[in-house]
């Protein structure tokens, strides 16, 4: 039997697995008895709907992947990918039409495989628990706007690796590893301005209190930006949140409309604080670094698999090409990336921990971040007690309860 094939079915049953066993444990490790931190938060009924919403999650996503795992495996034990393979080459367009014909229809399948889970999920789950605010047109139009993105960026860059890989020769991986951060970095700065906007509004925060406030605040740390703006997240969800996006001149903090209408001016401005204290403690450059030197990798082991023989074996395909060993590579290396995102995640929630301690030092409202975190926790019915095992495989931020004891121990005195 094929090497690569029993490896790559090693790796999807594996995964199917593992995700199977930790989704399990997390379920049972739920605690019935609300913890003390949030007493006053979450009334009881509130509370057993929170762990109703993970279990119907949890159920749903072990169904999906029961589903779209075996139809992966039996696309390739009964050869799928040469089929389309000969049906992207009957064209006679040349390598990267027919890559991008291949590719295109595989990506093109997939996402019309999802959009049945993605139609449950949105307007089933989270419709019965309140969160959902998506109208069906909206959601269409995400979809036609996500799909035109990703054609057109994902077209681009595919073309770039492919031609660079054709051209360059030995050296082709660190050629494509370079043209590949340059256009991230492009992104990164386009996105706030030309790609987000796509999908919400954004509008400047409205005069009054919590605008003087942040910005009170925001001087007093040297922090300048482009602004604070608030995002019409209420159109698909009445879940709460903020982030930081952009660079240089572009640099903006961007809070849910839903997360204003719920909280208090000083809970807000903490919430802020955090995500400055992101940028003070350098966490995103940090992170774009890290990126950076796992793209170079990815890259580097990519080029020893391009057109393997053995591998295209796996597949059953009747020629081997660059476009496909692309493709074909991503299988091999879920495992890598699985042990990378592990790396990333424990890093991420060291950023995260940081980031609070620099919010409760430097806006000196310790217990207005608490609040923030518990009310956010509240709003998006969180999984208070996660078990240990999924925190530590897939959790970027550490669970609630954990970060408000380590607030309190740094502390005492202000909680």
Known sequence: MNLFLVVILVILVGNYLIDLIVERLNVRYLKKDLPKEFEGYYDAE?????QEYLIENTRFGIISDTVITPIIIAFILFGGFNMVDRFARDFNLGTIPTGLIFT?????????????????????????????????????????????????????????????????GTWAWFYCWS???????????????????????????????LKEEIKK?????????????????????????????????????????????????????????????????????????????TTGLMFYILSVFINNKEL???????????????????????????????FANMLSRKY???????????YPHPQSMIAALKKLSVENLSNLTPHPLKVFLSYSHPPVLERIRAIKKRYPDSC
């Not at 509130?46 to 929170?50: F, P």
């Not at 256009?183 to 009054?208: C, H, R, T, Y």
């Not at 609070?356 to 030092?361: E, I, L, R």
């Open 352 to 362: 995260e921990y940081e980031a609070d301690t620099y919010a409760a030092k430097t």
């Open 104 to 168: 295109g229809l595989f990506m093109l399948a997939f996402q019309v495989l999802l959009i049945p889970f993605s139609i449950y999920d949105t307007f089933i789950i989270e419709e019965k628990y309140g969160f959902n605010k998506t109208t069906p047109k909206t959601f269409i139009l995400d979809i036609l706007k996500t799909w035109s993105l990703v054609g057109i960026i994902g077209g681009i860059i595919f073309c770039v690796v492919l031609l660079l890989f054709e051209k360059t």
């Open 312 to 342: 295209f074996a796996a597949f059953k395909m009747e020629k081997t090409s660059i476009y496909a060993s692309l493709f074909f590579f991503g299988f091999l290396y879920a495992p890598v990336e699985q042990i990378l995102s592990i």
């Open 217 to 293: 605040y925001a001087k007093s740390q040297n922090f300048k930006m482009k602004g604070v703006f608030t995002m019409d997240a209420s159109k698909r969800s009445t879940k709460s949140n903020a982030f930081f996006t952009g660079f240089g001149k572009f640099r903006r903090i961007v809070l849910f409309d839903t997360l204003i209408e719920r909280h208090e001016v000083k809970e807000l401005v903490s919430v802020l604080a955090h995500e400055i204290g992101h940028y003070k403690k350098r966490h995103i450059f940090k992170s774009i670094l890290v990126s950076i030197l």
């Open 179 to 209: 043209a590949i951060v340059i256009l991230q970095i492009l992104i990164a700065f386009v996105a706030p301005v030309v790609i987000m906007p796509l999908f919400n509004k954004f509008s400047p925060l409205e005069d009054g209190e």
């Open 46 to 50: 509130k509370y057993r709907k929170s």
